[in-house]
Each structure stands twice: as structure tokens, then as C-alpha cells.
DNA sequence: TGCGCAATTTTGTCAGACAATCATATAGTC
DNA sequence: GACTATATGATTGTCTGACAAAATTGCGCA
């Protein structure tokens, strides 16, 4: 066997051709192998791979494999393909310092545009995420659960342009982002965390409410990235 | 001739093979026609027609429109193509606004770890600048002058990721920003307000230097969301 | 052991094909 | 004559196969 492979544990059934286009389903397969980490980081996307896994021509893997990299899940380099994007300490670190700006934006916008019955939900999202952590779910759905709490909170920013740079820069720290919620105390911190932006958010206090908004997520960031520097890179290039 | 087709003006000679990938000098052919207005806001982009425009293979044509897609320039309606984006008031609003705050964060960043050459060289940028608009050069040049300034600030700033998506945003609101400058007393307003954050950045103020700037994105989107307002729409669907 | 060259792999691009979908024009109906 | 339904054409989505250029790998040689 040769250098590094793909493994072959994110098999999907060989992408049925169902309904939508082809394309579509062929990214959102690529997507969650990426986000699941099923493909590692710095890995490298080799066309003709991916054409035996998921069973679609060149030209559906090329497009698909670019759109990819326009989210920022993959990296394409010219004349030698595409790879898995990994975020080295630095650019991560940037990406929540730019995305700690942005939901201070969205929050600031909820509370200008939102309407009266987003409000509620966001209360409902946030007690969700409380029940969540008080019985002590796992790291993935105190994270779906998170992700609604932020889908909340952009719906209601109604602004298509923020909500797809936020889904841009949230993919590319996707990795990170369990990490942060696996420290001890981490999950309950973010309970209160959210308490307080949904309480700002319900008395309109946009200031406040962005404040904290851009407070926790240097807080998760901070945490993330301490994680990631003890871990420290355990996946060089080469690992037979 | 039927509905509206592609004029030629924007015929550059058919995109010779001469070095680099040929997708990118696609890209960067069609790039320059959109925001030139070459190829008109909504307009659609037929890849036959762009085929034979620039002598290039489908393959590469529709790559290259999802390139473009995905920098905010052209809109990929499922089943029907791609059209030059057209961003509406509300949007453009938007984008402003985002804008506004990644470039606040871009002068912060300037400001803590720019390199001292790097200073010298941003009020070498407003000095030029200020010199076009004294002698009344066109908004073209005035508008290049002041990407230069820019282009140092996010030089020094060092974060690859807030150039992305800054570029990305400049793109999308290209169209405006030539308007912004054409009102009468705008160019003197800008020279004033660079200065100013030039200074700023000078005396090491970075929060004062991004509230500025922060401003003056604000005073553009005024200015020019004011313009677009008044022109309403000189174009739609059919024209013959 | 280290280096350079050749064989292989992989990407970039092209051409042509076809079904599915969208757009338009035509014909039939009231 | 206006309106709807169908037919016709145009356009996109996807596939196949091909080839040159660049990168990678492996081998032979010094």
C-alpha cells in the first residue's frame, strides 16, 4: 500500500442518484467525512479515489472539490490537487477573532430585525442546550444544539451575506470546535455564557448582547486553541 | 437579434495560452469584464456564448463561473445558469456593513504587528492619493490609489484569512464603489478621512484608527447606497 | 550513500455526447 | 381574439474518453 490513502470508514452508500444534482450531494458527502474528520486534515483528495468511492465522474468530483474549497474545507493547490484544509494555530485564531466580530454583527442585527416570535426560540434553543449539558450529552449534540442557538440568532439577523460568511468560517473551525467543548467545565461555562447573550438579546440591549456574544467566543476560541497546541500536531505527512 | 446577448465590447484577445493556468486567466478575464461593467449586473452569462468568447472548453468555463460564484461576483441558479451578481439595496447595505467591521479589525492589526516599512509606505499611499484627487485624475485612478491603501493595510494586518474574505466583499460592491466617488466633493471627503487614519495608525491608536475607519466605510455606503437609490434599476430584464 | 533520470501518476484541459430541465413558439380551444 | 396546452429548441448537468504537462515515485548509476 502505498504512502497514505483514503481509509475507507466514510463509505456512504456509493451516493445514490436520487433526486437533487449529483454535485450537490456529492459535496455534502465530502463535507461530513471532512467535518466528521473521517479525512484528516492536510490529507490529500486524489480525484481518481474519490471517483471509485462515491461512484461519479471526474467532472462532478472537480466541481464539487472546488466548491469545497470556496467554503474553506479544502485547500487546492495548483498542478497537485486538493487537501483537507487544516488551520494552523495562527490562522485559526484569526477565523474566531474574525467570527467573534461578525456574531457581534448578527447579534446586534436580531435585535434590531428580528421578529417577536425568534425571540422565544432563542430562549427555547438556549434552555435546549441547558437540558443538554445538565444530563450530560455527548460533545455532537451539545454541538447540533449549539449550532441552533446560532441558526437562531442568524435567521433572525436576516442578513444572507453574514450568514454565509459565518457558515464559511464556522466549517473551517468545525475541528476545533469539539475539542473547546471537551474540557472539563467547558460545557456548563458555555450554558451561562449563552444565558447571558439570550438574556441581553431579550431586553434589546444590543450592546451588551454583542459584547457578550464577541466575549464567549474568544472564550471558546482560547480554549480551543490551548487544546490544540498541547495536541500539537499528531498527524504528520507520512504515518505508515 | 434575440433578447440580449453578449456585447463585445470587453473582447480581450481570446485568452492566449501563454503561462499560467488557463482557468485563472479565465477568471481573471471575466473578473475584470463584471466589475468594469463590461457584463452588466444580472446579466446572464450563456457558456456557449463565453465559449466561443474565449476560445476556452466548456470544462474550464463553467470551473472558472464557479470560481466567480463562489468570490460573490456571478450568482449559479440551479438548472439555469449563472447571471452577473447584482447585489440588491438591502444587500449592498450589508455588505457595507460587514465591511466595516472586518477593516476595523484590519487597521487593529496593522496597527499591533505591521512592520515599520510598512507605515511609511501607507502615508506614502494617501500622499498619492491625495495628489490624484488634487488634480482632478479620473475615478478610476483615484479608485486604484485607494485599493493601494487598502492593499497596505492588509499587508501589514497579516491575516490571510480577513484578506479573503475582504477581497471577496470589495468584489461584490465594486459596482458602488466607483458611483460613491463620483458625487461632487466626495474624493476631497475621502483624502481627509485616509488621512485621518493614517494618522491614527501613525500614533499607534488602533482604536481610534478603526473607529475611523469604520466611518469612513459608513460615509461610502451612504454615499453610495444614496447613488444606487436614485438610479434605481436603469436596467432590467429586456432591453432591445 | 546520494543524485539524476526515467517511468508512472495525477492534474489541467479538451471534445463530444446525452438526458433533464427551462424557454419559447405554435396550435388548438373557448 | 385571448388563453392554455403541447411541441420545439436552447441550456444546463453529467458522463466518457482522451491527451499534454507537471509532479511524484522508483530505479539505476556514480
Redesign the interface.
Given at each position: 500500500m502505498p504512502t497514505n490513502s483514503l481509509d475507507d470508514s466514510w463509505l456512504v452508500p456509493p451516493v445514490g442518484r436520487i433526486a437533487a444534482?449529483l454535485r450537490e450531494q456529492v459535496i455534502a458527502a465530502l463535507r461530513r467525512a471532512i467535518l466528521d474528520l473521517d479525512l484528516r486534515p492536510g490529507q490529500r483528495l486524489v480525484e481518481r479515489e474519490l471517483i471509485e468511492r462515491l461512484g461519479v465522474s471526474r467532472?462532478t468530483i472537480?466541481?464539487a472539490l472546488?466548491?469545497l474549497?470556496?467554503?474553506g474545507l479544502v485547500t487546492v493547490v495548483?498542478?497537485r490537487g486538493a487537501i483537507v484544509a487544516a488551520p494552523s494555530l495562527d490562522?485559526a485564531s484569526?477565523?474566531y477573532?474574525?467570527r467573534a466580530?461578525?456574531e457581534?454583527?448578527v447579534v446586534r442585527h436580531f435585535v434590531e430585525r428580528a421578529a417577536p416570535a425568534l425571540f422565544e426560540e432563542l430562549d427555547r434553543t438556549v434552555e435546549d442546550l441547558a437540558a443538554l449539558v445538565a444530563r450530560g450529552a455527548e460533545v455532537r449534540l451539545v454541538l447540533a444544539a449549539k449550532d441552533r442557538f446560532y441558526g437562531v440568532l442568524i435567521a433572525g439577523a436576516q442578513?444572507?451575506?453574514?450568514q454565509q460568511?459565518l457558515e464559511g468560517l464556522k466549517a473551517r473551525v468545525q475541528v476545533l470546535r469539539a475539542t473547546s467543548l471537551s474540557e472539563p467545565g467547558r460545557p456548563e461555562a458555555v450554558v451561562a455564557e449563552l444565558r447571558g447573550i439570550a438574556a441581553a438579546v431579550a431586553r434589546r440591549d444590543a450592546a451588551l448582547a454583542s459584547r457578550l456574544c464577541a466575549d464567549h467566543i474568544h472564550k471558546a476560541a482560547i480554549t480551543a486553541l490551548g487544546a490544540l497546541q498541547d495536541a500539537e500536531d499528531p498527524m504528520p505527512a507520512s504515518e505508515l
Open positions: 444534482p467532472t472537480r466541481e472546488r466548491d474549497a470556496s467554503e495548483p498542478q490562522e484569526d477565523l477573532e474574525i466580530v461578525l457581534s454583527l442578513s444572507p451575506a453574514l460568511l
